[in-house]
């Protein structure tokens, strides 16, 4: 099993963690922030707004946290080379402060003890190039733009220079919705479209991509571990070469059981 430390319990590092527990297969060993203390850290990870109580337990004891009878151990510090993760066991390190997000600021985990970093970077922080990124989003619908489809590209090579695309901001705490619209080079009709989804869901896919045919909104989704799930019902078609498709995922919840998924790979190839 995989011995993971965190840096920074804010959401995405409070959701991995939730996540590591969730598999069996990541122990969580060690959590460094700077900002809450013993007894807040355990309150945020317990209860959540958006994706409820966690269910197990946690409690302060000794000077540590103990999330389901594991005891972790916990640092302050500010420069990430000064934290001893080796010395807790952690030989991963899921870097979710969204600070240091280039090779040789994460690597400073390394200093440490650590083996490996993962860098988690916030993907719906303002650009600072738009001045309506900074209107209310609790009041408004906010045209922005996004790195999805130039990442789908870099994934998938075969797509590259194939895909744009935009989003908007809208006042809801998580859940997010991909609005493909394209253009199939052979003809095809939406239920062989839906057809062939849901068997990739059901098979190749199953637990990565979801299928509903259900009369779903975005809350349906909240804290679901899939990466995707088609919405066969919401689709719609011009013709048999101009489709929209319409998939949803939890984008906080979803992303952090993938950063956990991604380190029992890399582990598996060590």
């Keep these: 099993m995989v011995k993971v430390g965190v840096n920074r319990f804010g959401c995405i590092g409070r959701l991995v963690t939730r996540a590591a527990f969730n598999s069996g297969k990541v122990d969580i060993v060690a959590i460094n ?10 309150y945020v990870f ?9 269910q197990g337990t946690m409690k302060a004891e000794k000077g540590k946290p103990v999330i389901i009878r594991k005891a972790i151990s916990i640092f302050q510090e500010r420069d990430p080379a000064n934290i001893k993760w080796g010395g807790a066991g952690a030989e991963y390190v899921v870097e979710s402060t969204g600070m240091f997000t280039t090779m040789e600021k994460a690597g400073a985990h390394l200093k440490g003890g650590a083996k490996r970093v993962i860098m988690s970077t916030p993907s719906d922080s303002p650009s600072g190039k738009q001045w309506n990124d900074s209107r209310g989003a609790a009041q408004n619908i906010i045209p922005t733009s996004t790195g999805a489809a130039k990442a ?35 003809a095809a009709k939406y239920d062989d479209i839906k057809k062939v989804v849901k068997q990739a869901s059901e098979g190749p896919l ?3 991509l979801g299928y509903t045919e259900d009369q779903v909104v975005s809350c349906d989704f909240n804290s679901d571990a899939h990466s ?36 029992v790979h890399m582990a598996s190839k060590e």
């Excluded at 922030?33 to 355990?42: E, H, K, P, R, W």
């Excluded at 317990?46 to 966690?54: D, P």
């Excluded at 919840?253 to 998924?261: D, E, H, L, Q």
């Design 152 to 186: 789908v590209g870099e994934v998938i090579p075969e797509l590259s220079g194939k895909l744009t695309g935009m989003a908007f901001r809208v006042p809801k705490p998580s859940v997010s919705v991909t609005d493909l619209t394209c253009r199939p080079e052979k």
């Design 33 to 42: 922030d700077l900002f809450i203390d013993l007894n807040y850290m355990v």
């Design 228 to 263: 995707s799930t088609f919405d066969a019902g919401a689709g719609i078609t011009l013709n048999d070469h101009f489709v929209k498709l319409i998939s949803w995922y939890d984008n906080e919840f979803g992303y952090s059981n993938w950063v956990v998924n991604l380190m």
């Design 46 to 54: 317990q209860y959540g707004s958006t994706h409820s109580k966690f």
């Design 206 to 208: 199953k637990g990565i």
